[in-house]
């Protein structure tokens, strides 16, 4: 059974000076808009989530919405295992594949073969079960030749291609989407809106980012709003699109 | 207290174990690291065996002669100590920035962190695989072939590895938090390489107070259990003792600082 369950879970990122320049990325892309306090031993931290409890089960088609750093990437760390809570628990059973960066992994002087190959390890596709589908990720790909080529060489939405294929290749129990990934030209997007739509049908637990009202109607049926880290609003899909979107 | 200490352990020990079963992420990325390095060149990654030849006979001829000793002596000498130092101390070095290096894979994949430290260690196993490939050329071009101690190299280059694995996880864990250790510990394996017999021999060392510079410098331990029985000997039982004590003390801690501070690494990135 695929569940999630999250109890009164806060995270704090701690700021320390003599690495502020890298965690400043950090802030400026996870944590805009989390709130930033001092700690009882005058570190600087930012509050990127504050006392939030949710709790997944299988079949649950979960949505979320927020403005920039509202927490949502900070929540989908957590949901995905990457983030232990810094207060409260959280209690992740299943298999967790979050497609959020894509090209993670990929090797540019590397073939396009070689990269299906290192693309799913990282997916967490066994070597052997990679070895029966290879050749299906590489037909899906369209690359033909090219696969034998660096990765480098690809175009642009060649490349997306590849890391496409693979990426969604597995079939996760929960599945983390930060926004809809389509790409490529025309034809390949109605491959790749088919293929993804498969996948978030058939994994047990959805949890999809988005900006996007349609989208999210479509594919959830409960949706989380989040503020300031905080939980805003958590109910039926309609519901809270009508009262973040509004009408 | 013993309870929040059993449980720190067992969360070293979960990820480690976990990283049993993730072990073919570990071994993947280490040869990719290796690929990457030297893709595009003709020879590959045996420029790592040609570049260390270069070095080895360049010191080799350099200090053998300013030391006044026989080349086919001191050429060996410097060969097995230069491998297998560029070994343990890339290792430390590179242990330092294994998290830091990995950081987009970890904020995005949950896969155990000790794949990553282990991600090192292998990189630089295969380097030492390609480096060790000069030494039976030495040794023949030198004429001195090693007799059947060798075999109690392989044991030596173990513990050495396990010496090297707890030193790096800690090193890890510590560098993600205190970026500036990392060049701390690139000054201090500088000195350490001066410190330890590697460029000069022990025997050089004027008997007395100066010994101590041996006897306490756990690395040089660990070099003699390679060095030793690739020249015919035995380590001898301090180096055993030494390196064994080392791996045992050396890894309580580090499960303990790697348990406490494991959940902490995502933070620190």
Same mark, same amino acid.
């Given at each position: 059974?695929?569940?999630?369950?999250?109890?009164?879970?806060?995270?704090?990122?701690?700021?320390?000076?003599?690495?502020?320049?890298?965690?400043?990325?950090?802030?400026?892309?996870?944590?805009?808009?989390?709130?930033?306090?001092? @700690?009882?031993?005058?570190? #600087?931290?930012?509050?990127?989530?504050?006392?939030?409890?949710?709790?997944?089960?299988?079949?649950? @088609?979960?949505?979320?919405?927020?403005?920039?750093?509202?927490?949502?990437?900070?929540?989908? @760390?957590?949901?995905?295992?990457?983030?232990?809570?810094?207060?409260?628990?959280?209690?992740?059973?299943?298999?967790?594949? &979050?497609?959020?960066?894509? $090209?993670?992994?990929?090797?540019?002087?590397?073939?396009?073969?070689?990269?299906?190959?290192?693309?799913?390890?990282?997916?967490?596709?066994?070597?052997?079960?990679?070895?029966?589908?290879?050749?299906?990720? +590489?037909?899906? $790909?369209?690359?033909?030749?090219?696969?034998?080529?660096?990765?480098?060489?690809? &175009?642009?939405?060649?490349?997306?291609?590849?890391?496409?294929?693979?990426?969604?290749?597995?079939?996760?129990?929960?599945?983390?989407?930060?926004?809809?990934?389509?790409?490529?030209?025309?034809?390949?997007?109605?491959?790749?809106?088919?293929?993804?739509?498969?996948?978030?049908?058939?994994?047990?637990?959805?949890?999809?980012?988005?900006?996007?009202?349609?989208?999210?109607?479509?594919?959830? $049926? @409960?949706?989380?709003?989040?503020?300031?880290?905080? #939980?805003?609003?958590?109910?039926?899909? +309609?519901?809270?699109?009508? +009262?973040?979107?509004?009408? | 207290?013993?309870?929040?200490?059993?449980?720190?352990?067992?969360?070293?020990?979960?990820?480690?174990?976990?990283?049993?079963?993730?072990?073919?992420?570990?071994?993947?990325?280490?040869?990719?690291? =290796? *690929?990457?390095?030297?893709?595009? %060149?003709?020879?590959?990654?045996?420029?790592?065996?040609?570049?260390?030849?270069?070095?080895?006979? *360049?010191?080799?001829? =350099?200090?053998?002669?300013?030391?006044?000793?026989?080349?086919?002596?001191?050429?060996?000498?410097?060969?097995?100590?230069?491998?297998?130092?560029?070994?343990?101390?890339?290792?430390?070095?590179?242990?330092?920035? %294994?998290?830091?290096?990995?950081?987009?894979? !970890?904020?995005?994949?949950?896969? /155990?962190?000790?794949?990553?430290?282990?991600?090192?260690?292998?990189?630089?196993?295969?380097?030492?695989?390609?480096?060790?490939? !000069?030494?039976?050329?030495?040794?023949?071009?030198?004429?001195?072939?090693?007799?059947?101690?060798?075999?109690?190299?392989?044991?030596?280059?173990?513990?050495?590895?396990?010496?090297?694995?707890?030193?790096?996880?800690?090193? %890890?864990?510590?560098?993600?938090?205190?970026?500036?250790?990392?060049?701390?510990?690139?000054?201090?394996?500088?000195?350490?390489?001066?410190?330890?017999?590697?460029?000069?021999? /022990?025997?050089?060392?004027?008997?007395?107070?100066?010994?101590?510079?041996?006897?306490?410098? /756990?690395?040089?331990?660990?070099?003699?259990?390679?060095? *030793?029985?690739?020249?015919?000997?035995?380590?001898?039982?301090?180096?055993?003792?030494? %390196?064994?004590?080392?791996?045992?003390?050396?890894?309580? =801690?580090?499960?303990?600082?790697?348990?406490?501070?494991?959940?902490?690494?995502?933070?620190?990135?």
């Amino acid at each position: 059974m695929a569940s999630i369950r999250l109890s009164n879970v806060s995270v704090e990122f701690p700021v320390f000076n003599a690495v502020t320049r890298s965690l400043k990325n950090r802030l400026l892309s996870a944590a805009t808009g989390g709130i930033i306090d001092r @700690r009882w031993d005058g570190h #600087v931290i930012v509050r990127g989530l504050q006392d939030v409890t949710l709790s997944l089960g299988e079949g649950e @088609r979960l949505g979320l919405v927020g403005h920039n750093g509202a927490g949502k990437t900070t929540l989908l @760390r957590v949901l995905s295992g990457i983030y232990y809570p810094t207060q409260g628990t959280s209690q992740i059973d299943g298999e967790c594949v &979050s497609l959020i960066n894509m $090209s993670l992994g990929i090797d540019p002087e590397a073939t396009g073969r070689e990269n299906i190959k290192l693309r799913a390890a990282i997916m967490g596709i066994p070597a052997q079960e990679l070895s029966e589908r290879i050749d299906e990720i +590489a037909e899906f $790909s369209g690359l033909g030749d090219f696969l034998d080529m660096p990765f480098r060489t690809y &175009s642009s939405g060649m490349q997306l291609r590849l890391a496409f294929s693979t990426s969604t290749a597995i079939r996760p129990e929960i599945l983390v989407l930060d926004e809809w990934l389509s790409t490529g030209d025309e034809s390949f997007k109605d491959k790749s809106n088919r293929r993804l739509q498969e996948i978030v049908n058939s994994t047990k637990i959805l949890i999809l980012a988005s900006h996007s009202k349609d989208l999210l109607l479509a594919n959830c $049926s @409960r949706i989380v709003w989040m503020e300031h880290g905080r #939980v805003r609003m958590d109910g039926p899909a +309609a519901e809270v699109a009508l +009262a973040y979107f509004g009408g | 207290m013993s309870d929040q200490a059993a449980s720190t352990f067992d969360r070293a020990l979960a990820d480690i174990r976990a990283t049993a079963r993730a072990h073919h992420l570990a071994t993947m990325f280490g040869w990719q690291d =290796i *690929a990457h390095r030297y893709r595009r %060149s003709r020879v590959g990654a045996f420029w790592v065996t040609l570049n260390m030849s270069v070095t080895i006979g *360049a010191l080799g001829l =350099i200090f053998g002669t300013l030391f006044r000793v026989p080349i086919t002596q001191f050429l060996p000498y410097i060969c097995i100590s230069l491998i297998f130092w560029t070994f343990i101390s890339s290792c430390i070095n590179e242990g330092c920035t %294994s998290f830091t290096d990995s950081e987009g894979m !970890i904020l995005q994949v949950r896969i /155990p962190l000790f794949v990553h430290v282990l991600r090192t260690i292998y990189r630089n196993g295969i380097v030492l695989a390609h480096n060790l490939l !000069i030494l039976p050329l030495v040794l023949l071009a030198v004429g001195r072939l090693p007799d059947w101690h060798a075999v109690f190299a392989i044991p030596g280059v173990l513990l050495m590895a396990i010496n090297a694995l707890w030193m790096m996880l800690i090193l %890890s864990v510590v560098c993600v938090r205190y970026r500036d250790l990392t060049h701390i510990v690139q000054n201090f394996l500088q000195v350490t390489f001066y410190l330890t017999p590697l460029m000069w021999m /022990p025997q050089t060392l004027p008997e007395g107070p100066y010994r101590f510079i041996l006897d306490f410098n /756990p690395l040089y331990h660990l070099m003699m259990l390679v060095r *030793a029985p690739l020249f015919g000997d035995f380590p001898t039982s301090a180096n055993w003792m030494v %390196s064994i004590l080392l791996a045992v003390a050396g890894w309580t =801690i580090a499960l303990h600082v790697y348990g406490r501070y494991r959940h902490r690494i995502p933070y620190w990135l």
